[in-house]
């Protein structure tokens, strides 16, 4: 039950996210980059309704004007759906889950992609277990989407072209996994 109020929680957060002009103070969320990146962020959202994942929030277009897709929350979702297995690049999220810390690995770490992962969880251990075995190229423990600008970023397998960062940081680096813990 935990889980499903987890998944309900992170709706009504996303349903509060403000979304438009990017260059205006205050907004969360801007538009797609063009129509047609706008539109396959549609049709994964229609294939996660489709293949029976729960739409917690979200799932439409925002707004009548631009390229705009409401903040999107999946619960229900099963490793075989599109949602699961494909980089979405929008505003969607998908919620699925687990039993125990090694099914998340074995899970996660069987994706074609691994650009990153975000970790919440009350215990340091399990944060410290998960970011050594996860194979993605950036791990955020209690919080996502947090940029450092002098720390590269990129992916594992099929994600991303590798480290995006000044050739000197290479060297100053020991891993090529960043974690932040917030």
């Keep these: 039950m935990q889980g499903m109020e ?8 996303l349903q509060m996210a403000s979304v438009g002009d990017p260059f205006k103070s205050g907004i969360e969320q801007g538009p797609q980059i063009d129509a047609k990146q706008f539109e396959k962020i549609l049709r994964y959202i229609r294939s996660g309704v489709e293949t029976g994942a729960t739409l917690e929030t979200g799932g439409e277009r925002h ?3 631009g390229f705009y897709v409401q903040p999107t929350v999946f619960s229900n ?13 929008g505003p969607v999220q998908s919620i699925l ?3 125990n810390t090694e099914e998340v690995i074995q899970r996660a770490n069987n994706s074609n ?7 919440f969880t009350e215990n340091l251990n399990t944060a410290n277990t998960l ?7 950036t791990v955020w ?10 720390i590269p970023f990129g992916g594992y397998k099929m994600s991303g072209q590798g480290m995006a960062a ?4 290479f060297s100053l680096l020991s891993s090529q996994m960043f974690r932040m813990t917030c």
């Design 141 to 150: 423990v209690n919080c996502f989407n947090t940029y450092d600008a002098a």
């Design 77 to 89: 979702v099963q490793d075989d759906m599109l949602i699961a297995k494909e980089e979405i690049f």
């Design 63 to 65: 707004g009548s004007k």
């Design 131 to 137: 970011t050594r075995a996860l194979k993605v190229g």
């Design 113 to 119: 992609y691994g650009l990153a992962a975000g970790i």
């Design 166 to 169: 000044r050739a000197s940081m």
């Design 97 to 99: 889950k687990f039993k």
């Design 6 to 13: 987890r998944a309900a929680d992170s709706g009504e957060t």
